[in-house]
Nanobody, 114 residues
Framework: QVQLVESGGGLVQPGGSLRLSCAASRSIRTYMGAWYRQNPGNQRELVAIITSSGTTTYADVVQGRFAISRDNGRNTIDLQMDSLKPEDTGTYYC?????????WGQGTLVAVSS
């Protein structure tokens, strides 16, 4: 059974930065990963995605502020978040596709507030 564990969430002031990390229990070298976020009452939305070759795609609302990366040696997918805004508040989830198997992490809470 594959597991994803997120870390790095917390409370930050507007304009600040956080780095989220997602650790996989198996090799992610050939698989795609992504970060999503969700607020109560809203649908889970895609924030950023990274392919096995390192190609990245971002939601328009985070383009230029967030950066997704992967470390195949450590089996991690990270999300660097800069210039944070209150509307970035939410629970952030890591997701990976292992062939036909889709795996989600348990989520980590990010709160942007002064």
């Amino acid at each position: 059974q594959v597991q994803l564990v997120e870390s790095g969430g917390g409370l930050v002031q507007p304009g600040g930065s956080l780095r989220l990390s997602c650790a996989a229990s198996r090799s992610i070298r050939t698989y795609m990963g992504a970060w999503y976020r969700q607020n109560p009452g809203n649908q889970r939305e895609l924030v950023a995605i990274i392919t096995s070759s390192g190609t990245t795609t971002y939601a328009d609302v985070v383009q230029g502020r967030f950066a997704i990366s992967r470390d195949n040696g450590r089996n991690t997918i990270d999300l660097q978040m800069d210039s944070l805004k209150p509307e970035d508040t939410g629970t952030y989830y890591c997701k990976a596709w292992f062939g036909s198997l889709e795996v989600w992490g348990q989520g980590t809470l990010v709160a942007v507030s002064s």
